[in-house]
T-cell receptor, first 113, second 112 residues
């Protein structure tokens, strides 16, 4: 186990709703990255937070937003949910130095109906 | 498009044999590569990594080989076991400070 936890494990929403996913990073890690993994695909980078600030963003629209808290836990918020947002959302944490190995949590499975 | 890709979507290996999973990358400036294992219903699990100043790195039952001339990466698993059944992703961290770029993955199937 990596020590990275995510909640909830599963979630069902309808189109147009908003969702908040949560991640607790591994002890000693100050960087959190979020990824979206569609069924049968590799994870796609959404964004990264380093010391409470966004530090890089992938090709996702602004309705995907995030936060990092002083204890380095993080939230991913998605507004105006679309059917294609159905996926496994993964959080990964990494250590004190930039570029350290990222360790993933178990993910949150989101289904949008 | 993605700069990291895999040659085969599925690999079937007899239990006890060695497994070799291949990966190609396109960006010659890439300097850090990672292999992840993902079991059903779980997040990717770090297996081994290698930096571009190396051509081989060994772990427990795993070896990663990097050929920068042909931009090729491979993961070798010795004495494959049923617990090795999973999807394996090679991934690239280009800037070493933010995103990891994943390929589509290779499913390793262990035959009894």
């Amino acid at each position: 186990e990596t020590g990275v936890t995510q909640s909830p494990t599963h979630l069902i929403k309808t189109r147009g709703q908003q969702v908040t996913l949560r991640c607790s990073s591994q002890s000693g890690h100050n960087t959190v990255s979020w990824y979206q993994q569609a069924l049968g695909q590799g994870p796609q980078f959404i964004f990264q937070y380093y010391r409470e600030e966004e530090n890089g963003r992938g090709n996702f629209p602004p309705r995907f937003s995030g936060l990092q808290f002083p204890n380095y836990s993080s939230e991913l918020n998605v507004n105006a949910l679309e059917l294609d947002d159905s996926a496994l959302y993964l959080c990964a944490s990494s250590g004190q130095q930039m570029g350290e190995t990222q360790y993933f949590g178990p993910g949150t499975r989101l289904l949008v109906l | 498009g993605e700069s990291v890709g895999l040659h085969l979507p599925t690999l079937s290996v007899q239990e006890g044999d060695n497994s070799i999973i291949n990966c190609a990358y396109s960006n010659s400036a890439s300097d850090y590569f990672i292999w992840y294992k993902q079991e059903s219903g779980k997040g990717p699990q770090f297996i081994i990594d290698i930096r571009s100043n190396m051509d081989k790195r060994q772990g427990q039952r795993v070896t990663v080989l990097l050929n920068k001339t042909v931009k090729h990466l491979s993961l070798q698993i010795a004495a494959t076991q049923p617990g090795d059944s999973a999807v394996y992703f090679c991934a690239e961290n280009m800037n070493r400070d933010d995103k990891i770029i994943f390929g589509k993955g290779t499913r390793l199937h262990i035959l009894p």
